[in-house]
């Protein structure tokens, strides 16, 4: 079998991460206190929630991609086990893959990865929205398990190329 294959996070989806979230946070520390001295305080109260949101979704997207990824951190590998994605939090074997697919969406193309057995997939994972978008990806691709190339660093036709490759050799080696 290969060597094992990593790819790194995407400095470039972390900078433009960055670049989306800060400046509505800034906007709303600028704005509250205008509406302060208005006294629009049915304004206040929504800046900051939309405030204490955006914050909520800074500290998410600083550990979980800007951090990674200055740190030059794996996203993805594959190895003589399996295949490890921490952008989605999953480790599965090669004999639990049948198939991987290349999707290609409007903003970021997607791996969908057929599954052995979808059901026992679905049912370990608990969080509600998780399982939210492993049902819309179950309807529209017939799988409910999409890896986001936006987030790997790399072209994404190479990497779903190297996935595939990957899978075809493990499969071939099991099958002698």
Known sequence: MKDTIKFPYSKFQGFFGLALIVPMLVGCVTRIPHFYYLNRMDNVITLLTFFFLLSIMLYYFLSKFFIPAMKNETALELNEVGII??????NLKW???ID???CVGK?????????VDKNAFKTSVTNPVRKFF???ADIFFSTPLLLPLAAIKGKDQYIFETIKNYLHESKT????
């Open 173 to 176: 080696k099991e099958g002698k």
């Open 95 to 97: 004999n639990e893959i």
């Open 85 to 90: 994605s921490k952008v989605r939090n999953i």
């Open 100 to 102: 991987v697919r290349f």
């Open 134 to 136: 492993m049902k819309a």
């Open 107 to 115: 903003s970021s193309n997607s791996i969908a990865i057929d599954l």
